[in-house]
């Protein structure tokens, strides 16, 4: 197992990212070893620990290696990198399929190759048919393939009320040794460790699931999408690191939650609104990674070029939104999926910023990023630089959204419903921007029509200014 330096400084990862990560393969480690396998093990703070290749050299020259046998990297350039290495080093390898996914590559290429076009909800009905998973009788449990009718409602100005927490796990003598690397090693990386609550051990993963199921699963569907000040974690999971990790299998966890409906503990637009995120979103995601890689990575198809805003590392602005769930990422390196696709990329969007830039905050940011989940997901979905492989549509809305679905408004000098002058909302002014930059392409997208005529309608002064 090889700790590489260069993973937290090729991008400036996230001082919990990297904690999280090094944690999780330490402790992972210590399992090993007490079932009796050998383990070697290079840490970060080792010399030959600058890299997977100088590591990997050494563990080769260590064991007078013939062959390296090893699952397939989630990341291409990880398994491009370690494949590089095994030729230098004159050693065979052997790469296995990764069983931890229920849609294999193969499967998936055979299903993508079957289609004219590729759109998730049709995989993600695929899926559920293979798997029998929320499926009576051959008809998709409920009556319906999925419940967006009765979920994505906002808090309303009451607020969300009394959220559960989520349980809380105090960083053990393992835990806080990789803190200690990691503030010694990165000083000048982004965020703050001083919350760090994520999960380390299968054992930690498998009482955040339960608890998830238990207590925050049942308003998971209607508020998934609402937002709101002060409370980053509402009736979300945070499971999305376990699973990357593989502290938890993806079958087991919509296995837990289909038990919940089936047993009335949860209902069922709750369960396939989450359901869908994983057995639809997560391998939908991987699978075009993987069929589209090394490609995927380069593409431009709105020709954005600006720079990423120095104030997304600070979070050092006067726009609400932007500032409390930038300041929430770094304080955690966590932020749920509206607030990502809603606050922070639909602005990176509207403003034209090159989409390889917002690709490396995204993955430094985040704890949960990993390459081939993060990619396809800010590239594709959220910047439609993919030109609509991951998404149907750009995501783009005016700051009216983010008025209705959380208070980060009410407090703000901006104004959502203008869109000119002192008090126009910069993502307002941005949307009506991004349309008229835009309008050529995008009249060929059916799902555009709506917008494009809502731009048209608008007086030619206003499109001036």
């Not at 940011?365 to 993060?374: K, R």
Request: aromatic letters at 10%.
């Amino acid at each position: 197992m090889l700790e590489a330096r260069n993973e937290s400084e090729r991008i400036p990862s996230h001082k919990a990212r990297t904690t999280l990560f090094l944690s999780a393969m330490r402790h992972h480690a210590a399992w090993l070893e007490a079932q009796g396998y050998r383990v070697d093990y290079t840490r970060i703070d080792r010399k030959e620990a600058a890299s997977f290749t100088t590591a990997l050299e050494a563990a080769i020259e260590r064991h007078s290696a013939a062959e390296l046998c090893m699952v397939a990297a989630g990341e291409h350039g990880v398994q491009q990198e370690i494949a590089s290495t095994c030729e230098g080093c004159s050693v065979n390898i052997e790469v296995l399929p990764d069983g931890h996914f229920l849609c294999s590559i193969d499967a998936f290429r055979s299903w993508r190759d079957s289609r004219k076009t590729l759109v998730m909800e049709h995989f993600y009905r695929h899926m559920r048919q293979q798997h029998a998973v929320l499926m009576e009788d051959g008809k998709p449990a409920g009556g319906s393939w999925n419940f967006d009718r009765d979920n994505r409602k906002p808090f309303g100005r009451q607020g969300p009320g009394m959220v559960p927490d989520w349980p809380r796990f105090e960083p053990d003598a393992t835990t806080q040794a990789v803190m200690q690397d990691v503030s010694r090693l990165f000083p000048d990386n982004p965020g703050s460790l001083e919350d760090f609550n994520w999960l380390v051990t299968r054992e930690q993963a498998l009482v955040q699931l339960d608890d998830f199921i238990a207590n925050r699963l049942p308003a998971f569907g209607p508020f998934q999408d609402a937002m709101w000040d002060s409370e980053p974690f509402l009736h979300h999971s945070g499971l999305a690191s376990a699973l990357n990790l593989k502290l938890l299998s993806p079958r087991e966890v919509i296995d837990a939650a289909v038990a919940a409906y089936a047993s009335g503990d949860a209902p069922i637009a709750s369960v396939e609104g989450f359901v869908r995120q994983i057995l639809g979103w997560r391998e939908y995601a991987r699978g075009i990674y993987q069929a589209r890689m090394p490609e995927y990575a380069e593409l431009n198809a709105l020709d954005a070029e600006q720079d990423l805003p120095a104030f997304f590392w600070t979070a050092d602005t006067d726009m609400v939104c932007l500032r409390e769930v930038l300041a929430q990422t770094l304080r955690y390196g966590y932020a749920h999926h509206i607030q990502r696709l809603m606050i922070t990329v639909l602005f990176c969007l509207l403003l034209g910023v090159r989409p390889q830039r917002v690709h490396a905050w995204y993955l430094a940011a985040y704890v949960d990023a990993v390459e081939w989940a993060e990619l396809p997901n800010t590239l594709g979905m959220s910047q439609y630089a993919d030109d609509g492989i991951m998404a149907s549509k750009p995501y783009a809305a005016s700051g009216k959204y983010i008025q209705r679905m959380s208070n980060y408004c009410n407090e703000c000098r901006y104004r959502p419903d203008v869109s000119v002058g002192a008090n126009a909302c910069p993502i307002s002014l941005l949307y009506w921007d991004f349309l008229l930059r835009h309008r050529k392409q995008l009249s060929q997208n059916p799902r555009m029509q709506m917008q494009l005529r809502n731009l048209e309608r608008m007086d030619r002064s206003r499109k001036k200014n």
